[in-house]
């Protein structure tokens, strides 16, 4: 502090300066730090809401390790998703945003289209409409037939095929990834890729040396970002399963089954022992890109 | 440009303006197929039931809006409310954001206090933490209180600056106004709060409009949070309505739920039409999720 008054004053300021905290303050204890306690002590409880929380120590982690069949299951569906996806995803951003960054007139159009998708996508309505789309009298099997004659599998309900309509109903919102690259891609200096072309550099060596190497900050922060949403996805499988993750479990992500457990069958300790599970994982993989970044991620500073 | 790379560019006129037409072949292309799912819900609102898997044309043979007639009192009460609720939570939403996240945000930026980097820390630290974590005792804590099936818990925490995510934008953008006008307003004898009210709000026009506007697009969009703490159908939201929609209508009217599957995006592809440029330099400048 600049102006010392005495202390008096300054311990008014201080009372001054913290009161614009307070509504954060109350916040953070209420609904963040309060509850963060509550669902670790929660997971190592027998807990139904009906009658107070009984402890159990490890039983329920134990349970999730040893003895939950389902878990596996969203874990294994959970993995497919966002190993699919989100590389998927983030190759289609970049490719887009490298086809906009050449200087082409519409730019703000074409950029303004391929963003709307991801603006969109995580609403009822799309998914909806996905559902529809994907649905055995559905309107990708309409153009199969009148294109090739070809009667498709209703894609939603076949366990095979169901969780890849919510794969590419993911990539299908690749827009705001796809912005984020081109602010990337604006910062690439211009003359580096006149040396390169006086060089003799071709386009695909261009991509690959000067290119990908600076986005690569970017190509991090977007995977980062990305793999995080994607284990958090929610609203889409919901809609499109109908609620239980169906058909035969082949779209129960894991946010899917922790919502069954914690707010259909109120088995409330162990849904926060499967909410710590999830959270840790997905630490776990923040951590590891964050560790793995040094080894791939340039930065010129 | 040196008079090398002029007369490349001379020599490779003709491939590069090829390229430049399959480019843009290329872009249209895939923006038709980026659109035609969005295009085709809004065209079959506007069809009748048996037309919708007949053809797969865009444009109906006949326009009808019986399919928004039947769809809007098709639920029980009628969407009305459930605009009106939606509309009534995000406005609310938006509101708190904005009050709650901007002290937050003037506070870590323009005062000095004990501890401060301390909590700003904790606040970075809330940005990246997952939902999952606190989403089950949140919601034992609002049964308590006997707020399930209102939608306090819904807007309550907006209040709070729970959305660490507009006081980090904030932050960026209080970070880029010029100190002297506070020094300049200290030395006339303003307080911490006319200088909030007096300099910072009226200069953060721009970072405040991008805070409203996705604050109120994620809310609208929210399906989670309504879902597990609406449970009356008066009380729900647009998405919660349409869901139940969908799944009382079954197979039957497919039109009237490509109806009210359009009018409940429809406000969001207004605010996207408006705000087009706050939203994408948003995303550009702080990478947003969507």
Redesign the interface.
């Known amino acids: ?1 600049r ?1 010392r008054g005495p202390a008096g004053a300054g311990f008014r300021r ?1 009372v ?3 009161s ?2 307070i ?6 204890f ?3 730090v ?3 306690a ?2 670790i002590y ?1 997971s190592f409880t027998d807990y139904g ?1 009906m009658s107070p929380p009984q402890w159990i120590g490890m039983e329920n982690y134990v349970r999730i390790a040893s003895d939950d069949p389902r878990f596996w299951t969203a874990m294994n569906v959970t993995f497919t998703f966002v190993l699919l996806s989100v590389p998927l995803k983030l190759a289609f951003a970049l490719a ?1 945003a490298v ?2 960054n ?1 200087g ?1 007139r ?1 730019l703000a159009v ?11 996508g ?5 998914a ?3 559902r ?2 994907f649905s055995r ?3 990708l099997n ?2 199969l037939e ?1 294109l090739f004659g070809y009667d498709g599998p209703g894609w939603v309900s076949s366990p095979s095929t169901a969780l890849y309509t919510l794969v590419l109903l993911a990539i ?1 919102q690749f827009g ?1 990834s796809m ?2 690259f ?2 990337g891609l604006r910062q690439i200096p211009q003359d580096m890729y ?1 040396a390169a ?2 060089d003799g550099a071709g386009r695909a060596r261009q991509f690959f040396k000067i290119t990908l190497p600076l986005l690569t900050p970017v190509i991090f ?2 995977a980062v ?1 990305q793999t ?2 994607a ?2 996805a ?2 889409s499988a ?2 499109i399963s ?1 609620g239980d993750g169906g058909p035969i479990d082949s779209t129960l992500f894991y ?1 899917l089954y ?2 069954q457990e ?2 259909v069958n109120l088995h ?1 300790g162990y ?2 022992a499967l ?2 599970v ?2 840790v994982i ?1 630490a776990f993989f ?1 951590a590891l890109s964050f560790l793995s970044a040094r080894y791939w991620v340039h930065y010129d500073d | ?2 008079d ?2 002029l007369s ?1 560019d001379r020599r490779s006129g003709w491939a590069h303006s090829s390229r ?1 037409v399959l ?2 072949c ?2 249209t292309a ?2 038709l197929v ?2 035609y ?2 295009l ?2 809004v065209s079959s609102s506007f069809k009748p039931n048996d037309e919708i ?2 053809s ?1 044309s865009l444009l109906p043979d006949k326009i009808t809006l019986d399919a928004y007639v039947r769809g809007w009192n098709g639920l029980s009460g009628g969407f009305g409310r459930l605009f009106f609720n939606s509309l009534l939570i995000s406005v609310l939403a938006v509101i708190g954001n904005l ?2 996240c901007s ?2 945000a ?3 930026t323009r ?4 501890g401060r980097d301390f ?1 700003f820390a ?2 970075l630290g ?1 940005l ?14 609002f ?1 308590k209180l006997g707020w399930v099936n209102t939608i306090l818990p819904l807007v309550v ?1 907006k ?4 959305d660490a995510f507009f ?1 980090f934008l904030m932050v960026q953008f209080f970070r880029g106004l010029p100190r002297e006008l506070d020094e300049a307003a ?1 030395m006339d004898g303003c ?3 006319r200088i ?1 009210f007096k300099i910072i709000l009226p200069l953060s026009g721009p970072v405040m409009a991008t805070a409203a506007v996705f604050s109120f ?1 994620w809310t609208w ?1 929210d ?2 949070a309504p ?2 703490y609406l449970n009356d159908i008066q009380n729900y939201t647009v ?2 309505g ?2 139940s929609f ?2 009382s209508t079954a197979q039957s009217d ?1 039109s009237a ?2 109806a ?3 009018l ?2 429809f406000p ?2 207004i605010l ?1 039409i408006a705000f ?1 440029r706050l ?2 330099e948003g ?3 702080t ?4």
Request: hydrophobic share 65%; no cysteine; charged share 10%.
């Open positions: 502090m102006a201080q001054a300066n913290y614009f905290l509504p954060w303050l109350i916040g953070f209420a609904l963040t309060g509850p963060i509550t669902s929660l809401l887009v086809a906009l050449k082409l519409g074409f950029r303004a289209i391929f963003y709307l998708p991801s603006l969109l995580g609403t009822v309505a799309i909806f409409m996905w529809q789309i009298d559905g309107l309409r153009g009148y299908w705001s912005i984020i081109l602010a006149e072309s006086i922060f977007n970002i995080i949403d284990f958090k929610f609203t919901f809609v109908g946010t922790l919502f914690a707010f409330i849904a926060s909410a710590w999830l959270v997905i923040t | 440009m040196t090398a790379t490349r430049r480019s843009y290329l872009l895939a923006s980026m659109l799912p969005l085709w819900m898997f007949t797969v009050i709650s002290l937050a003037y506070a870590f005062l000095r206090f004990f909590w904790l606040m809330t990246i933490m997952p939902q999952h974590a606190v989403l089950i005792p949140q919601y034992v804590l049964l925490p209040f709070l600056a729970i006081i200290i307080g911490p709060w909030y697009i969009d399906f989670f879902l597990i998405q919660l349409l869901r969908v799944d497919w739920l490509f009210m599957s359009t409940t995006v969001i592809f996207f087009q939203l994408i995303i550009a400048t990478g947003m999720k969507r």
